[in-house]
T-cell receptor, first 111, second 108 residues
Framework: SQTIHQWPATLVQPVGSPLSLECTVE??????LYWYRQAAGRGLQLLFY??????ISSEVPQNLSASRPQDRQFILSSKKLLLSDSGFYLC??????????FGPGTRLTVT | TQLLEQSPQFLSIQEGENLTVYCNSS?????LQWYRQEPGEGPVLLVT?????EVKKLKRLTFQFGDARKDSSLHITAAQPGDTGLYLC????????FGTGTRLQVFP
């Protein structure tokens, strides 16, 4: 079965600082990978998705970016964080058999 | 861009009551999924439905997919405090698009 790892679990960063969140996947190859952000008690907003190495699709224009340097690694970054970037960030994986898995999430607070 | 609207946004009920939550899409679903999420955790898949008019039951949960494949409902019978959580519908295409969510609170 597949496992998704995310780190860090929690992060407190000042406005204007850089960001790097990492997601790695075990137990599958060539998965579709997704980054979501979730505001408290609300649905998940799709930020980026990737169908392969170096292939990134952005859903929402913003100051965030994503990269996929390896098949099972997905990174979410920012050069300068905004207060509005605070939220719960989830990495997800959809396997070739259409099974979906979510990582444990990263709680980001921008102060 | 596909929009998935869920209603109600919030629902607070007593243990033993029945409830229904709804999911409506601006376009036809490819593959409709329902998830439940607890605070601080990722969503957990409850069910996947593909065929218009399909009804699936999972213990006290009944999922119905509209004939036109643009809407769905989730009915919970005799709700229990353990049903508390955020219920999300989603469409699985090359992107996994989630609905706005319904937050359910079941009081003992």
């Amino acid at each position: 079965s597949q496992t998704i790892h995310q780190w860090p679990a929690t992060l407190v960063q000042p406005v204007g600082s850089p960001l790097s969140l990492e997601c790695t996947v075990e137990g599958t190859s060539n998965p579709n990978l997704y980054w979501y952000r979730q505001a408290a008690g609300r649905g998940l907003q799709l930020l980026f998705y990737s169908v392969g190495i170096g292939q990134i699709s952005s859903e929402v224009p913003q100051n965030l970016s994503a990269s996929r340097p390896q098949d099972r690694q997905f990174i979410l970054s920012s050069k300068k964080l905004l207060l509005s970037d605070s939220g719960f960030y989830l990495c997800a994986c959809v396997s070739s058999s259409y099974e979906q898995y979510f990582g444990p999430g990263t709680r980001l607070t921008v102060t | 861009t596909q929009l998935l609207e869920q209603s109600p946004q919030f629902l607070s009920i007593q243990e033993g009551e029945n409830l229904t939550v709804y999911c409506n899409s601006s376009s036809v679903f490819s593959s409709l999924q329902w998830y439940r999420q607890e605070p601080g955790e990722g969503p957990v898949l409850l069910v996947t439905v593909v065929t218009g008019g399909e009804v699936k039951k999972l213990k006290r949960l009944t999922f119905q997919f509209g004939d036109a494949r643009k809407d769905s409902s989730l009915h919970i019978t005799a709700a229990q405090p353990g049903d508390t959580g955020l219920y999300l519908c989603a469409d699985l295409t090359d992107k996994l698009i989630f609905g706005t969510g319904t937050r359910l609170q079941v009081f003992p």
